[in-house]
């Protein structure tokens, strides 16, 4: 059964694997096999991730990469799958978030998570998806949230653009299959970094804990059995697909 989930000879690039969920995504690809191509902006923590990858025997490098430059995603995107004659999953899963009253923010700051959590994943879907339509084989899993499908104050943005995210992830499936399968996952709040602020608060970590039937946070390590599901041939027949990895959180109203 093991063969189901190996990534054995694949080729994932993995975006935001210079910390938090895309990091511990990395390792687990590679973990499972595959050579990680590892894209953010902070070159250090790349190279950091690469080493944790080379320490425990696997196969990755880093990509210095700003999703939202669109000359160089696709310079990027020429060169790694000229390097490595193909490229079988894209991860996308760099994302920021904005705190601010709908009221108070600007068109701007609006425009640029969605520029991050959306339009960078339209572009890296469309420079890859070209190379996995020729192959005639791909796995593309978009990284959404919990606020994909719910709304919550003070993130319109971020809301916004992992909604879309979801809808995208649809086309991407109708346009791309059927060799190319895309799919979402849209994780609860997990611990890293992106949540600190929400950690250290009483009130919400508590509400968190009694509103999810898992009765705790989520931990990177949770969503390593969905990546691998969406990304391997185990999940050959889904695609446009949204898989909630949230404890419960929503389903549960009280
Ligand atoms: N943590 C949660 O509770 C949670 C829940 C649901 C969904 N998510 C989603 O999961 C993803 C990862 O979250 P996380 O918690 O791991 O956050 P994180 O620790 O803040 O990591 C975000 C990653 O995105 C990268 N990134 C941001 N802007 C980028 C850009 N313009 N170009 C390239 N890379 C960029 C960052 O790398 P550099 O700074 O090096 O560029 C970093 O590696 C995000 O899409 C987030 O929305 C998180």
């Not at 192959?135 to 909604?163: C, D, E, F, T």
Request: with cysteine; net charge positive; aromatic share 4%.
């Amino acid at each position: 059964m093991a063969d189901l989930f190996s990534m054995k000879n694949r080729v994932a690039l993995v975006t935001g694997a210079s910390r938090g969920l895309g990091r511990d995504m990395a390792l687990t690809l590679a973990g499972a096999g595959a050579r990680v191509l590892c894209a953010g902006r902070s070159v250090k923590d790349l190279e950091a991730t690469v080493r944790m990858i080379a320490r425990k025997g696997g196969k990755a490098e880093a990509v210095p990469l700003d999703v939202t430059d669109e000359a160089g995603v696709a310079a990027a995107v020429a060169a790694l799958a000229r390097r490595h004659r193909r490229i079988d999953v894209l991860v996308n899963n760099a994302g920021i978030i904005h705190r601010e009253a709908i009221v108070d923010t600007a068109t701007e700051t609006y425009r640029s998570v969605i520029e991050t959590n959306l339009v960078a994943q339209f572009r890296l879907s469309r420079e890859v998806g070209r190379h996995m339509l020729k192959q005639r084989y791909g796995r593309i899993v978009n990284i959404s949230s919990v606020l994909g499908v719910l709304g919550r104050a003070s993130v319109a943005g971020y809301v916004s653009a992992k909604h879309g995210l979801i809808g995208l992830t649809k086309n991407l499936a109708v346009e791309l299959g059927p060799h190319v399968t895309a799919n979402a996952i849209a994780p609860g709040f997990m611990r890293t970094e992106f949540t600190a602020g929400l950690q250290k608060n009483d009130a919400f970590s508590g509400m968190i804990e009694q509103r999810t039937a898992a009765h705790r946070w989520g931990e990177p390590k949770d969503l390593r059995g969905p990546l691998l599901l969406l990304a391997s041939d185990a999940g050959a027949y889904m695609t446009g697909s949204t898989l909630v990895v949230d404890g419960g959180l929503t389903t549960i109203l009280a």
